[in-house]
Structure formats: structure tokens, C-alpha cells
């Protein structure tokens, strides 16, 4: 069993920045791929970022060049810096961890960007 623990949600204006944190806990062997998802309701929960173990990095493209995705092995931790926001932007993002192919994901933390 895998824990996920967000951090770093909130309000921002347009052009301004955000840094989301998520901290996997419990049984975290063999944990790979790690990632951000964003969801805004009525849609389906669409990828942001992913990163695996090795540092390899896969961004949608309409967060490239504004979003970086980094992750701290040691601490078991992914982050999520957020520049250059839109309003568009905003929605709930969701962290989440791919253990032997099946993902877990956070609670999800609310991101909203301001005109």
C-alpha cells in the first residue's frame, strides 16, 4: 500500500507561480514513474507530467517550457513547479505513483489562477 500526500495548492494570479509537493509513504518499493494529473470537473483527469526513477521527464504540451517536474528519490517525493499560469490552468491537481503497474494517486489539491 502506497500513501500520497499533497502539498502546495492554492490561489495564484495569472503569471504567477506555484510549487506543488507529493510525498509517497507505506510500501514504496518499486515505485518507477511518478506524476501530476489535472482534472476540472465534467472532464476526464488528463496528465501534466510524469517522471520515472531514472530522471526522464514526459510534460503535456500545454504546460511545456512553464512547468518542470523534479523528484527527490531519497524523500520519495515529486514536485511540481508552476510558472507562467493561466487561468486555464486551473483545476485539481492529482499526484500519482505507478508501483508494479498499478497507480495510486493523492487525495488531489486545488489549484485556481486568478485573471
Known amino acids: 500500500q502506497v500513501q500520497l500526500v499533497e502539498s502546495g495548492g492554492g490561489l495564484v494570479q495569472a503569471g504567477g507561480s506555484l510549487r506543488l509537493s507529493c510525498a509517497a509513504s507505506?510500501?514504496?518499493?518499486?515505485?518507477?514513474?511518478m506524476g501530476w494529473y489535472r482534472q476540472v470537473p465534467g472532464k476526464q483527469r488528463e496528465l501534466v507530467a510524469i517522471?520515472?526513477?531514472?530522471?526522464?521527464?514526459n510534460y503535456a504540451d500545454s504546460v511545456k517550457g512553464r512547468f518542470t517536474i523534479s523528484r527527490d528519490n531519497a524523500k520519495n517525493t515529486v514536485y511540481l513547479q508552476m510558472s507562467s499560469l493561466k487561468p486555464e490552468d486551473t483545476a485539481v491537481y492529482y499526484c500519482?505513483?505507478?508501483?508494479?503497474?498499478?497507480?495510486?494517486w493523492g487525495q488531489g489539491t486545488q489549484v485556481t489562477v486568478s485573471l
Open positions: 507505506g510500501s514504496i518499493f518499486s515505485i518507477n514513474v
Open positions: 500519482s505513483a505507478d508501483q508494479n503497474g498499478f497507480l495510486y
Open positions: 517522471i520515472n526513477s531514472g530522471g526522464t521527464t
